[in-house]
């Protein structure tokens, strides 16, 4: 089955791939990335990815799957949130990063909890359907790891002590807000092959 995927960023499609190669897909789903040109200006995640999924749609009348994520931090009002991309206003990580670590008020733990959240959506012109996926960790003082994109760097997932940029990305999926929410979403599109373990 082909899949649109709606996404500008290179590493979404990546990642997806990825997590759609260990899916106990009950049949093989073909992956077509369409670039969105809306502006992503909604007051949700979950808006935004709808608009992304929708544009995908009516562009090529494909099913589209499109998501939407952001980085909360507590401390910050859920900042950046919403704004995760254009955080520092130059679109580059480096200095989302960098803008983000200058905002945190202090070094204990408590003050550095932060989540990722991922809206995922599925559009077919019969059913539009959605998922939610979220994964726990602290922000670091100072970047760590040279894979995965965006925050990955300074987002420290618990269990391993490591950041989501110090891990392959397989171990990234295992426990990834992306992973969930398309694991989610699949399953209610009953793509899934139900009670087997998965990776
Ligand atoms: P599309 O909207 O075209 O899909 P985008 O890069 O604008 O791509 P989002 O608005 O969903 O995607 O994501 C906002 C930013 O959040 C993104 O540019 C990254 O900096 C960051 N981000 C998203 N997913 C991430 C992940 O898994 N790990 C680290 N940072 C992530």
């Not at 909604?42 to 749609?57: D, Y």
């Not at 670091?140 to 987002?155: N, W």
């Amino acid at each position: 089955m082909r899949l649109v995927l709606a996404t500008g960023n290179p590493h979404k499609v990546q990642e997806i791939e990825a997590i759609l190669s260990i899916l106990p897909l009950r049949e093989p789903v073909e992956i077509l990335p369409v670039r969105p040109e809306g502006e992503e200006s909604h007051p949700t995640f979950l808006e935004n990815a709808l608009e992304k999924a929708r544009e995908g749609f009516r562009k090529t009348g494909f099913p589209t799957l499109a998501e939407d994520t952001g980085l909360v931090v507590d401390i910050l009002d859920g900042a950046p949130g919403l704004f995760s991309a254009r955080f520092s206003g130059t679109g580059r990580s480096e200095s989302n990063i960098q803008k983000l670590l200058s905002l945190l008020p202090g070094t204990s733990w408590d003050l550095r909890r932060a989540h990722f959240v991922c809206y995922a959506v599925y559009v077919d012109g019969e059913r539009e359907l959605w998922a939610r996926g979220v994964v726990h960790g602290y922000l670091l003082s100072e970047p760590r790891g040279t894979q995965g994109f965006g925050y990955d760097p300074i987002f420290l997932y618990a269990p391993l002590g490591r950041t989501f940029a110090e891990i392959p990305l397989a171990w990234k999926n295992r426990w990834s807000h992306r992973r969930r929410a398309i694991e989610h979403l699949f399953q209610q599109l009953g793509w899934l092959h139900e009670g087997r373990d998965l990776p």
